[in-house]
């Protein structure tokens, strides 16, 4: 397989709804996972009659997508690892170092192998363990059917930052077909309240850095770290669990489509394993649906991509 990079650069604040539950709407994040992004890249393939060639792409494992995560001017950011080693030193510098990073979401791709092997001071002392790719605030809106103000969370990222994807492909024209659909899905934009303007993006399709490239492809590595989020079948979950350090994310969210009832719906609700779960192995997870008896599958992405990481 092979695995190229498209940096999405946004004119507009984002929302992108949080995991958590309650004033869901006041609160924002700036990452997207990679089911959220599928659902979208999906609705556009429907407006081009290319979604059954790639949802069939996806589901043959010819083509993969990460989260849409960070990046600050060419630095490119992952999750940080949600692992634990053992480490001996308990001197006071490095115990103030650690709480530093242990409020990072995201760090340099290019310094995991440092964060794995616990050299703190290596990570803070590179100035590139920042996390401030924007500014989340909170926009006052008013509805024009109802007339009734409302409060929506938004992110606006700062120049120079925004978000990156890994796609992974095995045949040209399957690639150019992802080139498409993510360049007009940035003309519509992606996240929450699009009729507002929100979300909207322009791209830059690039070749991923070597170190980045490496990490993908090292299928044997001790520790492979998920960039996206994935859930696999039942029948491997406790095979999967198996020496895995690992958080859950709620997905949820409503049915979109036009097609699909006449009413709005919510939804399955689910638990995936979260960017940043590390495993022995490389999960493949699967393609699930999130519909409840509607039109049509609402297919949800939770199939996993890795860096393999050496301890």
Not at 15 to 21: E, F, L, N
Not at 95 to 115: G, V
Not at 242 to 250: C, F, K, P, S, T
Request: glycine letters at 8%.
């Amino acid at each position: 397989m092979q695995y190229s990079l498209i940096k999405c650069t946004f004119s507009t604040p984002i929302h992108i709804g949080t995991s958590t539950m309650g004033n869901a709407l006041q609160k924002t994040d700036y990452s997207v996972c990679a089911d959220t992004l599928y659902s979208a890249i999906c609705h556009e393939a429907v407006k081009r009659d290319s979604l059954l060639e790639l949802t069939e792409a996806v589901e043959e494992g010819k083509v993969c997508i990460s989260d849409m995560l960070p990046f600050k001017n060419d630095i490119l950011y992952v999750p940080k690892p949600i692992f634990y080693k053992q480490r001996e030193d308990t001197n006071d510098e490095k115990s103030s170092a650690k709480k530093k990073l242990k409020r990072l979401q995201f760090i340099p791709a290019n310094m995991i192998d440092q964060f794995m092997n616990g050299d703190v001071g290596k990570l803070l002392d590179s100035g590139m363990i920042d996390n401030t790719f924007g500014k989340a605030s909170v926009r006052q809106c008013v509805s024009i059917t109802m007339s009734t103000p409302y409060q929506i969370g938004i992110y606006q990222f700062a120049p120079n930052c925004g978000l990156y994807i890994v796609v992974g492909w095995e045949m040209e024209k399957q690639y150019a077909t992802i080139k498409r659909l993510v360049t007009n899905l940035g003309y519509c934009g992606i996240g929450g309240k699009r009729n507002a303007g929100l979300g909207k993006f322009t791209c830059e399709f690039l070749a991923l850095p070597e170190y980045y490239l490496e990490m993908l492809e090292n299928k044997t590595a001790e520790t492979q770290m998920l960039i996206s989020c994935m859930l696999p079948q039942d029948d491997d979950l406790e095979k999967v669990l198996d020496g895995a350090w690992y958080q859950l994310i709620r997905r949820g969210g409503f049915v979109t489509s036009q097609t699909y009832l006449r009413k709005q719906v919510k939804k399955k609700t689910c638990y995936l394993f979260k960017a940043g779960s590390c495993f022995m192995y490389r999960e493949q997870g699967h393609i699930m649906d999130a519909g409840k008896g509607g039109n049509h599958p609402v297919w949800k992405y939770a199939k996993g991509m890795y860096v393999g990481v050496d301890i």
